[in-house]
Structure formats: C-alpha cells, structure tokens
C-alpha cells in the first residue's frame, strides 16, 4: 500500500471510512431525538425516569386522557409509538447494512442502539407509571387495560429489537 492508501496512524482511508459512515449512520435517529425534542426534552426524559423523579411523584389528574399540549398519558404513548415505528425499522437497516465488517463498527452501533433503547424504554415508563397510578386511584376499565397492554407490548417490542440488533451478525462472527 502507498501512502495515499493510509492514514497518518495506519489505517486505510477506507476503514476509516466505514467508520465515520458507521457512526453516522448510528448516531443519526439519536441526534434527530434531541433536534426534535431539544436537548432538556431528550435529556430530561433520561433524568425524570433514571433519577427515580417520576416514581416519587403522586397521582395527578391532569395526565389523565389524550391531549397532545398536556403531560396525558395518551400523549406520551402516541410520541414512544410514533418514535419506535420510525427510529426502530432505520436502525434495523442500518444493521443489515453491508459496512459491518469490524468489531470496533459493531460497538459503535451497540452504542447508538443502547441510548436508542434506552431513550424509548424511558419514553414508555412514563405513561406506563402514570397508567399504574390512574388504575390505583380511579379503578379498572377496558380502556386502561388496553393501555397497560400497549405498554407491555411496547416494553417487548423495545427489548426484543434490542437483543436481535446488538448480537453480532453471523458473517461478523465468521469473519472475525
């Protein structure tokens, strides 16, 4: 190989390539989360839910019900549906794309998909909590056990996605 060919480390023009476009293409649905919601939004999720903030907090009946300009229960299960159908088939894409041919590459989108997950698991606990409280304070209905059902279902689907995106891909184990 000349010069042209490697880095000033190295490493080949097109390895390093394949790694920008890989972490591109990884961080992409993350740094469209926080143009979307803004930084405290995306970041506040993380902080309401992982400080233990939300599940400190009492009842309130205004997120009860389905009103896009309030903190609703409907609300925040429309937005984690909304984001999990759009981000959660582009990462799938993603890792079946052809780029993969490295360990450091599959870290990378494991990374990505981590906070990816971890960002929508978060998104979910809200309503889901909020519906657990709704249930204790006002009582059963089918709407509400739809709505827990949504919530497990949503937990599933994340969890599922999660395990088959970050195991290694067969021709990565092979090759490696």
Known sequence: MDNKEKGSHGISQRKMLGFI????????????LIWILGPDRFFGTFTYVLSGQLFASD???????????QPTIGKWYFWFT???????????????SPVWCSKLRC??????LT?????????????????????DA?????KRIFGLLHGIAGYVVVLGFYIWAARP????????
């Open 21 to 32: 476009v890989t972490a591109v293409t990884a961080i992409f649905p993350l740094a469209a």
């Open 82 to 96: 909304v984001f999990t159908v759009l981000l959660l088939p582009y990462m799938a894409v993603v890792r079946r």
């Open 107 to 112: 870290w990378i989108f494991t990374v990505g």
């Open 115 to 135: 906070i990816l997950c971890l960002f929508l698991a978060c998104l979910l606990t809200i309503p889901f909590f909020w519906l657990v409280q709704y249930i």
């Open 169 to 176: 891909q067969k021709t990565e184990l092979s090759s490696k």
């Open 138 to 142: 006002m009582g059963w209905t089918q």
């Open 59 to 69: 009842w309130n009946r205004i997120h009860a019900g389905f009103v896009l300009d």
